[in-house]
């Protein structure tokens, strides 16, 4: 048997942080061999900070404002995810668009996960709620969640895997976000695992 991979993880978030919540639960359980090693989020006030206290992961407040450019800002994050010897960079609710030194040294090695399938309902504008409710009025059949490389363009770089679901007739954008979300703490904690394993190559 091929020996697993274990990567240290690094996180940057906007948010709530249920998919930092749930990757770092899965590492614990030992569903996945990774480590969750540090998080950084561009909100204050983020939920996300709660999640990381309590299961113990060091986390830094990084953004435009507290380092005066988002330029300025990738660098910090640069910086301390080589500080901290991360090696693979997942982005979990990240609302900023990840840029130099960040994507360049860390080439195909940042991880998105969309909430919509690509490349049909992702781009620029196709964030959170907006692409649940361009998937009902564009009166899609099925919608689903992906996971895919990081390059300069917003949800362009390669796709590691998908979960589709069907769009339930009358279906909310509120009812869709979540159960897209429930696809999400399925898919992004496997797909890790599938690099770990080596059956997904990046
Ligand atoms: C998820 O729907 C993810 O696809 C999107 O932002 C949301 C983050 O949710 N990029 P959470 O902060 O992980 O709960």
Do not use: W
Request: aromatic content about 6%; overall charge neutral; glycine content about 10%.
């Amino acid at each position: 048997m091929k020996d697993l991979k274990k990567f240290r993880l690094g996180f940057l978030a906007s948010g709530g942080g249920s998919n930092f919540e749930n990757i770092v639960n899965k590492c614990k359980s030992g569903y996945l061999k990774s480590e969750p090693t540090v998080l950084v989020c561009n909100n204050r006030d983020a939920k996300v900070f709660e999640k990381s206290d309590r299961l113990g992961i060091p986390s830094f407040h990084i953004s435009a404002k507290t380092e005066g450019s988002h330029e300025k800002a990738m660098e910090k994050i640069t910086k301390i995810m080589h500080e901290k010897g991360v090696d693979l960079i997942i982005l979990a609710g990240y609302m900023k668009l990840v840029c130099k030194p960040l994507v360049e040294e860390y080439r195909d090695k940042i991880l998105n996960i969309h909430p919509g399938l690509l490349p049909q309902f992702g781009g620029v504008g196709y964030y959170g709620e907006k692409v649940h409710k361009q998937v009902i009025d564009n009166k899609a059949a099925e919608t689903g969640a992906t996971v895919h490389l990081v390059d300069e363009i917003y949800d362009h770089g390669r796709i590691l895997g998908y979960l589709k679901l069907p769009v339930r007739s009358g279906e909310t954008s509120e009812e869709l976000a979540q159960r897209v979300l429930e696809l999400e703490h399925l898919l992004y904690p496997s797909v890790i695992r599938d690099i770990e394993n080596g059956k997904i190559i990046i």
